[in-house]
């Protein structure tokens, strides 16, 4: 998403894709609910305001995208939001979120919805480990963004236990490699093994 500080603007472009069958080389775009919530710097929800609509909502708004690419545009905005996406699990799709880890990592610490919660953990590790597979010499900034907000999702004292043991579980090896094309086994058990004592030792000494 965009945010415009001038306009008080935030805009959202979605798009989605459905990879062609043997029976149906291009596939029509399918109506796809998404359910959102955006957040404040603090991760608290914003009131939504969706431009168009008379009113906003309280929390939560679901988008529909009945297209193949369509821009959401969210008013009265006072500083860049944190989106949260697909909540409830709204539509059977996989989401590929362009995040930082910044975002991420609110997301981690604050988002009420706990699908989402693991997802952005998730989706840090990944890139956490891809950046030890591409220069093992290197200390991963992400490593200390990940383990910091799981160490404040893990003092919520309203966390699920089942959700907080999720939090703690590291994708095993063949998740981890799924988008690897050449696959050094040494270095994947050696990337995670890494991932694994760090967040020991971040939790250790929280």
Known sequence: ???????????????????????????????????????????????????????????????????????????????????SLLRGYSAPVRLHQDADDAALALLVQHDSDGFNRWFASDALVRRLFAGIIADPRVEPASLATWTGALGTALHDTRIDTALAAELLTIADANSLTDALLDIDPEAVHAARTRIERGLASALESA
Not at 2 to 25: F, G, K, M, V
Not at 43 to 72: C, R, S, W, Y
Request: hydrophobic share 45%; proline share 8%; glycine share 6%.
């Open 1 to 83: 998403g965009d945010y415009d500080a001038a306009r008080r603007e935030y805009t959202l472009t979605l798009s989605q894709h459905t990879a062609p069958t043997a029976d149906q080389p291009v596939k029509r775009a399918l109506p796809i609910p998404l359910a959102l919530t955006l957040f404040d710097a603090a991760g608290k929800p914003l009131p939504i305001h969706l431009d168009g609509d008379a009113i906003g909502n309280a929390g939560e708004q679901v988008l529909l995208l009945e297209t193949a690419t369509a821009t959401f545009r969210f008013l009265d905005i006072d500083a860049a939001p944190v989106a």
